[in-house]
């Protein structure tokens, strides 16, 4: 079963608004990640956040992290057309290192310019 | 330039013909793996690598196979594919370890007929 659940699975929002998804996983982790998909092309990691931190800034993006309701989410401020691609959420379970990296289903984020 | 390549980019080919897809770093990464996407699905991992000569299961091993004789090297082997293997392929590395980021190949877009 996934590990991680995006939510929402589609998002449509104007150019300049802010765009927010959400993760939800099962099992105690050591590090969640959020990385970005473009069309069809490889995942590019944008932030990683540790189980004892609770919010993360890089740049445009905000993570928080909850353990205790086993969730995380993304916003993405004042967003732009390139903004649009698909988000997924990625854990490592407590206890093992980074091999056992699993990911979530995603988000499809559309910016309408 | 660092990065992953992985090839080919597209292929089909038809049931029970052995295949190979080549994946190959240039950043001296411990870490290698191969994951599939297919929608709905998210990215599951296949197989992956702490080193050479170490390989474990992923998630959905059955039906491939996978070496590292190689640091740099880590092919992914379809040795009698089937209609279920069509997918989207990415190969991964990263450093070994905890919190690592992965760096990410543009991706196999497989057909098997």
């Known amino acids: 079963s996934q590990q991680g659940e995006e939510d929402p699975q589609a998002l449509s929002i104007q150019e300049g608004e802010n765009a927010t998804m959400n993760c939800s996983y099962k099992?105690?982790?050591?590090?969640l990640q959020w990385y970005r998909q473009n069309s069809g092309r490889g995942l590019v990691h944008l932030i990683l956040?540790?189980?004892?931190?609770r919010e993360k800034h890089s740049g445009r993006l905000r993570v928080t992290l909850d353990t205790s309701k086993k969730s995380s989410s993304l916003l993405i401020t004042a967003s732009r057309a390139a903004d649009t691609a698909s988000y997924f959420c990625?854990?490592?379970?407590?206890?093992?290192?980074?091999?056992?990296?699993?990911f979530g289903t995603g988000t499809r984020l559309t910016i309408i310019p | 330039e660092a990065q992953v390549t992985q090839n080919p980019r597209y292929l089909i080919t038809v049931t029970g013909k052995k295949l190979t897809v080549t994946c190959s770093q240039n950043?001296?990464?411990?870490?290698m793996s191969w994951y599939r996407q297919d929608p709905g699905l998210g990215l599951r991992q296949i197989y992956y690598?702490?080193?050479?000569?170490?390989?474990d299961k992923g998630d959905v091993p059955e039906g491939y196979k996978v070496s590292r004789k190689e640091k740099r090297n880590f092919p992914l082997i379809l040795e009698s594919p089937s209609p279920n293997q069509t997918s989207l392929y990415f190969c991964?590395?990263?450093?070994?370890?905890?919190?690592?980021?992965?760096?990410f190949g543009p991706g196999t877009r497989l057909t098997v007929l």
């Open positions: 950043m001296n990464h411990e870490y």
């Open positions: 099992t105690s982790i050591n590090n």
């Open positions: 991964a590395s990263s450093l070994w370890g905890e919190a690592d980021t992965q760096y």
């Open positions: 690598s702490m080193n050479v000569e170490v390989t």
């Open positions: 956040i540790r189980s004892n931190e």
């Open positions: 990625a854990t490592d379970m407590a206890n093992f290192g980074n091999e056992k990296l699993t």
